[in-house]
């Protein structure tokens, strides 16, 4: 299921119930009262009365301090790169490691650890198959909202938030979830080993880029889809690129103006890595949905979660670790839903306590998620094998090509019954186009009559001299991004470019050439497809095949909306020379004669023609074209 779709369901529920106005009051109540205190620094994670036992000891609710919320004092803003994050895995491959001898355990099973590290550096006198919780030198967080900040955790409880902007597309190649982000805070960490029982851990990380610095990047960002993953110059080693928005109220043509952008990378079951000095290591869960049940929503059943545990070993200067294991559990709390920071790892933050199934049915804002309690700490090396950590940070998820494919195929043209003949055809070779046409001032639109003539064609496997490949064909609508281009196009329509434009073996450009003319009295600005579609009438005189893929459009004046050729603007009694390239496969386009209807699209959905201005609007026989709307080529 796609965001619109989860967030469309999820409102619908919340129509559906209605809050007590005294459990309101309480759990806001609880959750003002946490964010109220300010953690001035980072400390000890206490454990709570759920977590049971505390390195095998009973926990006893007396003992364990409570401690205020995280909130996080902004130490600039990171700007990382492919190189940075490979520059941070080849360290953890190569730094030395302090934890003995582990290798070929499986994460379910902790591998033999050594206590040879001395506990004396964390608390002295304390052994370290017994440290509790008030030794704890290092907590995990969950963001909040904002990344300035982080959900209250004084009761002891992590609560996850939801990002309701990721997974679960109706593609494949979309279909896991890669949320929970968190933090783990604490002085003097050099390094973090964390492994999750069930599933997967990946990084976050924010970029903020400009017009002025960063065209290129932001150009690549644009055109991202999940498809994309191992494509692009920039971004092509991330799991997920998050979609770009922007950092600032700053002017649309300003190129000062700043955007952010979130790059997600899928690691493995377990991790380990340095800790940047002046930056957080973000880390988020990632679950592959076909390995999980899904609730109605169509989201992971949270209660497959349930029962799992995160393990995290922080790892000091002088050789010194401390592991937190933590519980994770299904839990329904009140949410807090905000609009999507740009700088945000979430937009729906859970607070208060647990709700029972009651107040879950009486509250009109619930959000069912994971939070963990701490039901361990030790100051011992991380329990699980390291040899296979980071074992995704060098491949990135591979795309399900069948069903991706399978759902961008479609025919390369439409076919018809019959073929123009009599009076469809054009005696004068001049054909009039009606356009759906903006106005003046951008509100519209309205129809316009364009006259065409001096209409001529040709097939080639080269583009058109006056075409440039970069502005005036389908390269530009994805930003350059070539590879992706060419992805798309061969999944879709089957075939594919060179760089230099020159279509493969197999297919040819049908080129036409025209003069458009507005004939009204005020501007008209259109799509040049508008203009019309070439065909390939069969030689038997039974079909004739329209083509579907309009690849380039150049014009030799101005273009409406300064994309090229794809648009075009025209004053009252102005005339431009147009140029359209459709595709259409070699065999097709010599099995025939060719042929140009005016003022029709083709559409392969329908397998029809379509006039948006006309009545009927759809075209499935050639004896239904309109008089005098076709010539031949």
Known sequence: MNEKEFTRRYAAAQEQVTTSDDLKKRTLAAAEAEGRTARQKTSKQPAPEAAGVVAGQ???????????????????????????????????????????????????????????????????????????????????????????????????????????????????????????????????????????????????????????????????????KPYARGMGTYYRDYDWVGGVRPADDGAKDDPERVFSTRLIKRLGSTVDMPVPPDEPLMLGMWFDASDYPTDASGRIDMAALDGQTLTITAQYADGACQTQVINLHKGTFLGDWSNFDPRSACDIVPIGSPLSEEEALACSSPVTTVYGTVASVTNEPHPYALDRANEHADAVVPVDQSELEANLERSPYVTCEGVPAGRQLAEDGRLSATVLSLDEHGSGPSESVVTLDSISGETSRELPAEMDFATDTELNSYLGQFDQMNYVLQARDGFTVSEEGTLDDAHVYQIVRMTATNEGLKPVEF????????????????????????????????????????????????????????????????????????????????????????????????ADLAEGSVVRL
């Open 58 to 224: 009973q926990a006893h609710p007396e003992n364990l301090a409570a401690t205020a919320p995280t909130v996080r004092a902004r130490r600039g803003w990171q700007r990382p790169a492919v190189a940075g994050v490979a520059a941070a895995l080849l360290a953890a491959a190569c730094a030395p490691l302090v934890l003995g001898s582990l290798s070929g355990t499986s994460p379910a099973e902790p591998a033999g650890s050594t206590a040879g590290n001395s506990p004396t550096s964390i608390a002295a006198g304390t052994d370290p198959s017994q440290a509790s919780a008030a030794d704890s030198l290092f907590s995990v967080q969950a963001y909040a909202a904002s990344l300035d900040s982080f959900i209250p955790s004084d009761d002891g409880l992590i609560r996850f938030p939801i990002d309701s902007s990721l997974g679960f597309s109706s593609q494949s190649a979309n279909d896991w979830y890669p949320g929970f982000v968190f933090s783990i805070e604490g002085d003097g960490i050099e390094r973090i080993q964390a492994t999750l029982s069930d599933g997967e851990l990946c990084s976050y990380a924010f970029e903020e880029l400009t017009m002025a610095d960063d065209r290129e990047k932001l150009a690549e960002l644009a055109g991202w």
């Open 527 to 622: 799509l040049t497809a508008e203009l019309g579609v070439p065909g390939i009438v069969d030689e038997n005189g039974q079909q004739t095949r329209f083509a579907v893929e309009c690849f380039g459009a150049a014009t030799d004046g101005e273009s409406a909306f300064g994309d090229g050729g794809a648009s075009l603007k025209l004053q009252p009694g102005e005339s431009r020379h147009v140029t359209l390239a459709y595709v259409l496969p070699r065999e097709l386009a010599e099995s025939g004669e060719a042929v140009f209807a005016g003022g029709v699209v083709a559409d392969p959905s329908g397998n029809s023609l379509i006039s948006p201005t006309s009545t009927p609007a759809e075209t499935q026989s050639a």
